[in-house]
């Protein structure tokens, strides 16, 4: 969702969610899918090292950004409510993708 308009009772609000995260989710969504090309041909240690790597960093970097897109909607749809002026900083919401990608990161270099 890259825009749109919120309806609360006879007023509405523009809605413009962060493109960059939208294409964070998608590339996450790459990831996952190239970790895919791995499998194919004799399994080694390091394929299937690079195949967890590349999907779990895929997948937290795809959820982080759906979970941020959707927390920066939430944050405008309260705004518009009041009918102040609703921005979201980036920064703030690749910040929300990060801690996604750490944990991940983490949880791969202990296993």
Request: glycine share 10%; net charge positive; charged share 10%.
């Amino acid at each position: 969702l890259t825009g749109g308009v919120f309806v609360y009772g006879a007023r509405q609000a523009p809605l413009s969610a962060q493109a960059q995260i939208a294409y964070v989710s998608l590339s996450g969504g790459l990831l996952m899918a190239s970790s895919g090309v791995l499998l194919v041909g004799p399994i080694t240690d390091a394929k299937c090292v690079a195949h967890a790597w590349l999907f779990h960093v895929g997948f937290a970097s795809a959820v982080g950004g759906i979970f941020a897109l959707v927390s920066a909607l939430r944050t405008i749809s309260k705004l518009s409510k009041t009918l102040k002026d609703a921005k979201v900083a980036p920064s703030l919401l690749l910040l929300k993708v990060l801690c996604f990608i750490s944990a991940s990161t983490l949880l791969l270099l202990l296993w």
